[in-house]
DNA sequence: CATGATAGTGAACGATCGTTCACTAGTCAA
DNA sequence: TTGACTAGTGAACGATCGTTCACTATCATG
């Protein structure tokens, strides 16, 4: 994207920052507060600059400065390939991505997440402790990993579907399939994984 | 959080709807259109009654809505304990959590994300492609995992420092720990990695 | 049957906000 | 040295928006 001056990285700082602050996009006069300009021309001035350049969208309404779909897409935590890039707006401007599981798998009613239990799958990456990002699905392809509910108990393995029965198989040679025939027990597929988010310790 | 009416989760889940796909709130009339409601205290009334459960902040100025913190906390996809808990306002109401990077390690300057290269590190669950969440810092504590530029390259190791060199320690037996002297490459600690996050395959 | 909560209409007022006009000043490359 | 760009001030206009008032309807509860 575009370069931007410094007092042009100034403006978009403070129309981020006042998002992440209150949610909603400052006024041309509460901007001019936050950046000591009196006018409002002033600030619209710059407001003009970053939207000719692509990081602002600017609509005639009250409070009506947008993020471009660009920047929304880039306010999570940086994903820095090369370790010189600065932060924060530095970065947008030789972009490589965001971290953001809001952004990458969206919020939407058919994506959750649930705790992974237990040590089963670490051959295939999932600690305990782990959150596992699940995109609902009443079904899901044999041989992916898949959040299952066994009477009503859920679990992430990988899944199997076969004739008159299912497998769920772990990922660690110290736990066997369970193999589930049908009416032994109650299997409901919730869903496929497609994400694992893990804190490790504090920040 | 205190129950709503249906009406009421309705108006929530406009105003969400709003807030992610323009990044600012609604206004009373906007919502009005949403909602099919004529008349500006109809909203009104709805807005008045989220504010006094806790799910709002009304601000008297134009698109003055804005979430309240339990629900800024929770507008990522949700942690769900339960499989019998819903989505996404039920959620709220018997709330566990949710997933966001960003909520998770907040989107300051001394946060980052690095790409996993290789698969040095596959037994202590980082496998390539991942993305290693970083907190900057000069220094890190012995044995942590951190990511270090080495000459200006990045990597992700567990971190020795001894007397006249560090080690950097793969956590995969098929790879011998790297032994750097002082003076025989430039070493750099990033930071500590503080979280994971993995996309398998696509939505 | 009354009461309170929920849900809604329609109109009007005043404050806020984006927009625009006219004017000033510094910097930098052609 | 002349534009072009950036960075400001100050004032004013009209549209938008939150607020408020009066009034109506439905429905569950005691």
């Known amino acids: 994207m575009e370069a931007l001056t410094r007092r042009q990285r100034?403006?978009?700082?403070?129309?981020?920052?006042?998002?992440?602050?209150?949610?909603?996009a400052p006024t041309y006069r509460e901007l001019?507060?936050?950046?000591?300009?009196?006018?409002?021309?002033?600030?619209r001035r710059h407001l003009e600059a970053l939207a000719r350049k692509g990081y602002l969208v600017m609509k005639a309404t009250a409070r009506g400065i947008e993020l471009s779909e660009e920047v929304r897409g880039a306010v999570g935590i940086p994903i820095l390939g090369r370790i010189a890039a600065g932060r924060p707006i530095e970065a947008l401007e030789n972009?490589?991505?965001a971290v953001d599981v809001v952004s990458m798998y969206g919020s939407y009613p058919e994506v959750f997440a649930v705790r992974v239990v237990g040590d089963s799958m670490i051959d295939a990456g999932l600690q305990e402790g782990d959150l596992?990002?699940?995109?609902?699905?009443?079904?899901?392809?044999?041989?992916a990993i898949a959040a299952v509910a066994i009477d009503g108990e859920a679990t992430v393995k990988r899944f199997h579907a076969e004739v008159g029965a299912?497998?769920?198989?772990?990922?660690?040679?110290?736990?066997?399939?369970?193999?589930?025939?049908d009416g032994e027990a109650e299997v409901r597929v919730l869903g496929r994984v497609i994400g694992i988010v893990r804190k490790l310790g504090s920040i």
Chains 1, 2 share one sequence.
Do not use: D, H
């Open 32 to 43: 001019g507060r936050m950046l000591k300009i009196a006018s409002t021309q002033g600030v």
């Open 166 to 181: 299912v497998t769920l198989a772990p990922a660690n040679p110290r736990y066997a399939p369970r193999i589930v025939r």
């Open 132 to 143: 596992a990002v699940v995109r609902a699905a009443p079904r899901v392809e044999n041989g």
């Open 10 to 24: 100034k403006c978009l700082e403070a129309v981020l920052e006042c998002l992440r602050r209150t949610g909603r």
């Open 95 to 97: 972009f490589e991505g």
